[in-house]
């Protein structure tokens, strides 16, 4: 059955820096995979999605990651932090019919 | 287009009643779930569909009745509200297998 782990459920970072969230999955078969962000009372928006074409991915708001099969990971990257960037961000992954996600990593920026 | 609408966005039940929460997406998409939102545990998949007449039950569907009649619609039905409910339920849509999917804005129930 296809899961997702969120390595820490709260990351704080100060604004310039490097954010690093953590996102490791369990499928029986190739994934696809997702993040999404949420931002305070408001829906989830698609940050980028892995469909095999490439491992590096690139994303909206500067936001990147990368697929390792080797370590089933998809951690999800910015090079420099800025205010706007807090909010939560979900892992996601999907095999066929369904779509699961992760328990999600709220992000703190510090000025 | 207004892509995935929900129905209300706010709701307050006393436990025992039954309410149905409604989804609506203009895509055209094949594919439509519901997820409930609770704090530390993310989204969980209550029920899905991949089309008009077939629905499927997700991690969490005890409490939650689905069905599907036309591909616009897919609405949730709560039988007899409990305190565990409340939550904030999404509703979601795509077009197939491995594409992204699309959210409504939420619908915050609370059960008293």
């Known amino acids: 059955a296809q899961s997702v782990t969120q390595l820490g459920s709260h990351v704080s970072v100060s604004e310039g820096a490097l954010v690093l969230l953590r996102c490791n999955y369990s499928?029986?078969?190739?994934?696809?995979l997702f993040w999404y962000v949420q931002y305070p009372n408001q829906g989830l928006q698609l940050l980028l999605k892995?469909?095999?074409?490439?491992?590096l991915v690139k994303g909206i708001n500067g936001f990147e990651a990368e697929f390792k099969k080797s370590e089933t990971s998809f951690h999800l990257t910015k090079p420099s932090a800025h205010m706007s960037d807090a909010a939560e961000y979900f892992c996601?992954?999907?095999?066929?019919?369904?779509?699961?996600f992760g328990a999600g990593t709220r992000l703190t920026v510090k000025p | 287009n207004a892509g995935v609408t929900q129905t209300p966005k706010f709701q307050v039940l006393k436990t025992g009643q039954s309410m149905t929460l409604q989804c609506a997406q203009d895509?055209?998409?094949?594919?439509m779930s519901w997820y409930r939102q609770d704090p530390g545990m993310g989204l969980r998949l209550i029920h899905y569909?991949?089309?008009?007449?077939?629905?499927d039950q997700g991690e969490v569907p005890n409490g939650y009745n689905v069905s599907r009649s036309t591909t616009e619609d897919f609405p949730l039905r709560l039988l007899s509200a409990a305190p565990s409910q409340t939550s904030v339920y999404f509703c979601?849509?795509?077009?197939?297998?491995?594409?992204?999917?699309?959210f409504g804005p939420g619908t915050r129930l609370t059960v008293l």
């Open positions: 979601a849509s795509r077009k197939a297998a491995g594409n992204e999917q699309f």
């Open positions: 499928s029986s078969v190739p994934p696809y």
């Open positions: 892995y469909t095999s074409a490439a491992t």
């Open positions: 996601a992954v999907s095999e066929q019919v369904d779509m699961r």
């Open positions: 895509m055209n998409h094949e594919y």
């Open positions: 569909s991949v089309g008009a007449g077939i629905t």
